[in-house]
């Protein structure tokens, strides 16, 4: 059995007389992230931070803790290029890195109070701007997407050993 459907069903699932890329999934969630993303990262910047400052307070927020590789893969940011934002952080007091008991040899990244005070006026604009995005679909259709979405990654796990960087 193909993992790819044959070119009949391509047909359907981007209509006749349409590009490819109308009608390809990986497109089209790449294109609304970014565009929906673009709109809140001006608040981002605002608030004085990069947009990967910004995914690692959001990543961080309501955990107990991220080890770095975790948060690589959760703050879409390739390990060595986050190291240096964790440590940056860190030196302005927004997170804390802290050993992990069971093995001294790996660190976990949290908030600090000051980064959770930050983090919390951010991630109520986002929740904003989200509602914003979403209330044209209405409440049932906005439930159903986000639940689509996260069974959508539920299903199709992150591969460690790729660059979170990385895109199709």
Same mark, same amino acid.
């Given at each position: 059995?193909?993992? *790819?459907?044959?070119?009949?069903?391509?047909?359907?699932?981007?209509?006749?007389?349409?590009?490819? @890329? #109308?009608?390809?999934?990986?497109?089209?969630?790449?294109?609304?992230?970014?565009? @929906?993303?673009?709109? *809140?990262?001006?608040?981002?910047?605002?608030?004085?931070?990069? /947009?990967?400052?910004?995914? /690692?307070?959001?990543?961080? !927020?309501?955990?107990?803790?991220?080890?770095?590789?975790?948060?690589?893969?959760?703050?879409?940011? $390739?390990?060595?290029?986050? !190291? $240096?934002?964790?440590?940056?952080?860190?030196?302005?007091?927004? /997170?804390?890195?802290?050993?992990? $008991?069971? #093995?001294?040899?790996?660190?976990?990244?949290?908030?600090?109070? $000051?980064?959770?005070?930050?983090?919390? &006026?951010?991630?109520?604009?986002?929740?904003?701007?989200?509602?914003?995005?979403?209330?044209? *679909? &209405?409440?049932?259709?906005?439930?159903?997407?986000?639940?689509?979405?996260?069974?959508?990654?539920?299903?199709?796990?992150? #591969?460690?050993?790729? #660059?979170?960087?990385?895109?199709?």
């Amino acid at each position: 059995m193909s993992l *790819f459907p044959p070119p009949e069903a391509a047909a359907i699932a981007t209509g006749s007389g349409e590009r490819f @890329i #109308d009608g390809y999934l990986a497109y089209l969630l790449a294109q609304a992230s970014s565009r @929906i993303s673009h709109e *809140f990262h001006r608040e981002v910047n605002e608030a004085g931070l990069s /947009v990967t400052e910004w995914r /690692v307070l959001a990543s961080l !927020s309501g955990s107990a803790g991220e080890s770095i590789g975790s948060l690589s893969q959760l703050a879409l940011t $390739k390990q060595p290029t986050l !190291s $240096k934002v964790v440590q940056r952080m860190e030196q302005e007091g927004l /997170v804390s890195r802290t050993r992990v $008991k069971a #093995d001294r040899r790996q660190t976990v990244v949290v908030l600090t109070p $000051k980064g959770l005070r930050l983090t919390e &006026g951010l991630r109520e604009r986002a929740l904003q701007h989200q509602a914003a995005v979403l209330q044209p *679909f &209405g409440a049932d259709n906005a439930r159903m997407l986000l639940g689509m979405l996260r069974e959508l990654l539920t299903l199709h796990p992150p #591969d460690l050993s790729a #660059d979170p960087g990385e895109e199709n």
